[in-house]
């Protein structure tokens, strides 16, 4: 916490300068400028040497800044709402005075740097403030709520495993609408404790204040995880901590925040406990083909009279620098697959900075490689009934879709050729990360060199596609209460994609040309393990 601060700095005059009218008016006028910190917050005020009225007094906020030029100094702070902007132009009597004055609030703008949390040091303002504007408007909670395969697992993974709740503390952490923090106490929570930061905490109490019998028990925290306090530690964590291809929004970052900081040193537990990334080369000429179709939009050397053409290629490179996202065809996958595992409850944060998954996917058939195709899934290792949330290709489609990752420059590939590199995942301050690509294949002809390929997309910028022809029908009324908890692609013991993609209608042909044969040996162990209600392991 920064030191308390009071400084009071005069004479000082009131420069004829200004973005606003008062600052006109008040042009000449000699005051005093007091600076009174309590560590938290900063009042700045101007009181007038003659008289001693108060002409104005305001509360600096970390958005603000201020500058000194010799003896003109000038003070301007961002409103809480819209684009405008309070500003104070004041002139000093000499130098050293301007000098003391800006060191004063450099020495306050330091600490309070120093006292950000760690959310706030590894993130850029303008992301944080966009991310929780859009999770503060109930219409994006929605479209999560209504995602019955996300919400229904969640439900079924919680009260299905009820003595992993009962009469335990329970944070939810990013609570959003508080529905996770609601079916925690449907299973018997002595007493959850809702963390959310956006405006929608507001609407969270009052889903607990409605739901009385249950939500008496919820008690909503407004605030970001990485700066709110507890009175006691949790003894479970719940959360829906999951963005595109998992990492997105780097919320698993203040999962793990909220393990090391609130959860119980021994026995707590975490829902989910796992999460899997998969990455699989696939095959699709109508994409590829799509995206320089997009480009060439460029290629137009009189677009009203201006040759654009020399845009193409930034802009080509553009589309190809998106990650595509939608519900994939699993005829395009043309390899076995690749994963990474993540343990929540085990793992570093410092592991999620800099992600690497090494690749070596043999092909199934001839074709193009055009890129990877990559989706996650995440375990709920509960007592009783553990459970998996997919989001592989050919299963219900759920609100995250899947993500391809497409090459400018294509692979020619043969049936068991092994396509080899590594996927790489930079983290970055916008709350997402870098795909960075580097894929080697066999050469096409005799005696020429390896194949090269690479590709770096920015896993914050999607390009959304197909988003309407694959979405799930919403369950009936009988079926929420199991919707993806109880049918049969996730019926009995946990299961996982690779399994669940056994138990789809494709063809077995189609099957052993999307993933491989390796894999569908690793699939068959899977269902071995499910029947002897254990959970699977790696892929």
Known sequence: MPQPLDVEIQPLCLAELGSSAVDL???????????????????LSLRRVAGGITLLSCTLAADTVWQANERLFFVKRLREHGSNTESIALKCPSAEVASELSKALQQHNSALEAAEDDFAKKTDKGSSDLYFYYY???????????????TGTYWSAILENAPDFQGKVVMDVGAGSGILSLFAAQAGARKVYAVEASAMADFAKLLASTNAEVGSRVEVVKGRVEEISLPE?????????????LVNERMLETYLFARDRFLVKSGGKMFPRLGRVYACAFSDETLHAELINKAAFW??????????????????SGYFGQVVVDAIDPSVLVSACASRQ??????????LHNIVIPLDLEVACDCRVH?????????????????????????PTTHWFQLRCVLEQPLAVRAGDHVTG?????????????????????PFGQGEPEQQATGKMDLKEPYYRQLNGWWPQPASQDEQGVAAGSHSQQDGAATSPASDLLHSQLPADTISQALGTSLLHDMAYLQQLQQQQQPPGWL
């Open 233 to 245: 530690p949790v003894d479970v964590l719940v959360s829906e901590p999951m963005g595109t291809l």
């Open 371 to 395: 890129g990877l195709a990559c989706w996650f899934d995440v375990l709920f290792d509960g007592s009783v009934q553990p459970r998996w949330l997919t989001t592989a290709p050919g299963q």
């Open 422 to 442: 590594r996927m790489e995942l930079q983290s970055h301050n916008r709350q997402s990360y870098d795909i960075i690509l580097s894929l080697t294949a066999p």
């Open 25 to 43: 008016a008040w042009g000449g006028q000699e005051v005093v400028l007091s600076l009174k910190s309590d560590g938290e917050r900063t009042a």
């Open 342 to 351: 993540f343990d929540f409850l085990e793992m570093q944060e410092q592991e």
């Open 299 to 316: 290629l137009q050397p009189s677009f009203y009279g201006v040759d654009i053409t020399h845009l193409y290629q930034p802009a080509l």
């Open 136 to 150: 503060g408007m109930l219409q994006h909670q929605q479209n999560m709520l209504q995602d019955y395969i996300r």
